[in-house]
């Protein structure tokens, strides 16, 4: 990752940060002014739209990162015996470690600041179990969430897949609001990702939010589905 890429996304960041404040500081605790705390059920748009942010900067910056690669420099690379599956899962594995240090970077800001913002009341002192929970949930949503943007790539343009990814999470979390708010057909929502990481959605917070435990489940399960999927088909690109 350049440094320009590394700015730009600590920028967005700081930038998305304080427009959470700005937006939705209503309460003194860190559960307004966490990342983590995501959108609230209600749908208010002008947080989602912030939460969004980051998402969408990570959803630009893994353009191409995996198509692009394994159709240009890494065919030099094959001419040294190096298989298209290994070159594959190789760069997918990096991305993972940059989407894991930023959103990490970004968990980390957002604790600075809510400390900083009101000492007094930070709630990890009393739930940090609950907080590593979610925050858990929070990088490994998006972790999944770009590793099917990347699978998306060996099927369509980077583009299309873009598109894809970006309208699955904006529709998910909207729909996931609503299903929330009115407590029907909740069982859908394990199939709308984006709602994982958010404490305001989750059990953590009250009952009848999503379950932790079956999030992970589902992001378990979808990591390997998404990893038989990509094997098979880079196998097959490398047979082209």
Known sequence: MTKRIFLTMLIVILLQILLFDYF????????????VSGVPIS??????????????????????????????YGVYLMIREKSRVKLGFRRIGNLMILISGLSLIQFLISIVFAFINNVDQTFFYHDLPSLICIAG??????????????ALELHFTEEVSLLLINVYVLFSVTLGGVLLSTQKLTSILYFLLPNFGMYVRSDVLETGGISTVNAYIVLTVMMIILTVLTYRRLKKIDLI
């Open 24 to 35: 939705d500081g209503s309460k003194a605790d860190l559960t307004e002014y966490m990342i």
């Open 137 to 150: 949930l929070y990088m490994m949503s998006n972790i999944v969430l770009i590793f099917i943007q990347m």
């Open 43 to 72: 749908n208010k748009f002008v947080v989602l739209g912030t939460w969004y942010m980051f998402f969408s900067g990570l959803s630009f910056l893994s353009l191409g990162y995996l198509r692009q690669y394994i159709s240009g």
